[in-house]
């Protein structure tokens, strides 16, 4: 890939994950355009930055400072289709089009990466490592997949700073672009099996990451995954988990709506730390954070510090309601869309509130994921005591035949459990008198809830 562009273009410029490297460049001196379908707040606010978006794929919208093939690179994402006439005008006049994985390997190539990876835990370990990075005074350039409460944004500067945190996603197999110093993987539960076919291919695919670790790095792996790693000599190898591994947690204390641990590492023991997101899913979420920063000397005060002082990331297990008393009503929202995320995200919020009555509200995520995993979801779902199904968002995927939330609800044990669109969801509400609330999906549900709070609100006068 051409390193002496001096012009990008994004297709697909409104994505979290385009925003950050759209930012990133902007600060190096590049010129930025791009397009995307629909305007948005973020948008908005990378036009404010100073990225050109037009919202309409004809080509001659496209600035003329990203007309030279010589020295513009073409960024897309591969949920924007091949037939989409931006990109077809470029390959059709010999630019160089590449997805966004490959530009975030250049840019793990010019730092040291820390990069996170796994089928779930990868967006809140590496938003919990950039965070420590940065209120340690140590900086990095950080490319998350969620925004991050603390910052209100997925994208962290630093122009002196040697490190960048990134989440490295399996899709696609994006993460074979990286050349990471330090890796993380958390889990490795098959996912994306449209694209991978097979957990053996899926497993495969975390196999050839490791071999990318460049020399001198480190990878910290979870205990117990099936994985057999291939690190190159000179890559050291680490585990962890919750309670074992050359990285654990021990000494753990909960009540009172706060955790605290010690974190044991191959060399100390590190006391007293506490969560600023108070769940048990995230004790081990911290000890791989810890474990990375650990690994470049972060100082361990500087951790303990940002540990306390972490708020999460949006949509990742977010209070949307929580009214006082042992009796008032509590609203959580959760990314989580793959079996193992939301079972985690249901035993959570159980252990947060033991003797409450939880209602869950899941939007299932792609038409393949439903396929290959309906039982496990209803098995997840069934440790609620109320389960209400929207339609399957489908993202990037046409219909399959057959396949539908109803492949979830008729296997789900719970006594109550029903179907709503989006819509009905709004207008009944106050037929599901919640107690505890969890609503989780990684689809367009996010758009809901502030609806959902206004209605409940409403009803509450």
Request: hydrophobic fraction near 40%.
């Amino acid at each position: 890939m051409k390193d002496d562009f001096n012009a990008l273009y994004f297709v697909g410029a409104g994505g979290i994950g385009m925003a950050a490297l759209e930012r990133y460049f902007l600060a190096q001196g590049k010129q930025v355009a791009g397009y995307d379908r629909t305007p948005s707040d973020l948008t908005e606010a990378l036009q404010t930055e100073g990225v050109h978006i037009d919202f309409d794929e004809d080509p001659t919208l496209i600035p003329d400072y990203c007309r030279d093939p010589q020295h513009t690179l073409v960024v897309y994402t591969p949920a924007v289709p091949a037939s989409h006439a931006g990109l077809t005008w470029f390959r059709d006049n010999g630019f160089e089009v590449v997805k966004r994985a490959r530009l975030l390997g250049i840019v793990t190539r010019d730092t040291l990466g820390l990069c996170f990876a796994g089928t779930h835990g990868k967006t809140t370990t590496s938003s919990m490592a950039a965070h420590t990075l940065v209120s340690a005074g140590t900086g990095c350039n950080a490319f998350l997949g969620g925004v991050l409460r603390n910052w209100d944004s997925n994208f962290m500067l630093s122009a002196t700073s040697p490190y960048s945190v990134i989440e490295a996603d399996e899709f696609d197999r994006s993460f074979h672009e990286l050349s990471p110093h330090i890796a993380v993987i958390t889990s490795t539960d098959p996912d994306h099996l449209d694209i991978y076919g097979t957990a053996e291919n899926y497993l495969e695919s975390f196999a050839h990451f490791t071999e990318l670790i460049r020399p001198g790095g480190a990878l910290i792996m979870h205990t117990g995954l099936a994985l057999q790693p291939r690190v190159q000599q000179g890559v050291t190898t680490y585990t962890y988990s919750r309670d074992e591994g050359d990285f654990h947690a021990s000494n753990i204390c909960k009540g009172n709506g706060s955790i605290s641990f010690d974190l044991v590492t191959p060399w100390e023991t590190v006391r007293d730390i506490s969560l600023g997101v108070p769940v048990d899913i995230n004790i081990e979420n911290a000890v791989a954070a810890m474990a990375a920063c650990r690994l470049i000397d972060t100082p361990v005060e500087a951790m303990r510090q940002a540990m306390a002082t972490f708020m999460g990331a949006k949509r990742r297990f977010e209070f949307w309601i929580k009214e006082d008393g042992a009796n008032g009503k509590v609203m959580i929202d959760d990314y989580a869309h793959h079996p193992d995320e939301l079972r985690a995200s249901i035993t959570s919020v159980r252990d947060l509130y033991p003797n409450r009555r939880l209602t869950v509200i899941f939007q299932p995520h792609l038409y393949t994921r439903t396929r290959d995993f309906a039982p496990q979801f209803a098995q997840a779902l069934s440790l609620a005591d109320e389960v209400v199904l929207l339609p399957i968002y489908p993202a990037r995927e046409l219909p399959i035949e057959g396949v539908s939330s109803e492949m979830i609800l008729q296997q789900v044990t719970s006594t109550k459990k029903s179907i709503y669109s989006k819509e009905n969801l709004i207008k009944s509400i106050h037929l599901l008198n919640f107690d505890v609330l969890l609503t989780a999906g990684a689809g367009d549900i996010a758009n809901l809830l502030p609806q959902i709070c206004d209605e409940y609100k409403r009803q509450q006068r």
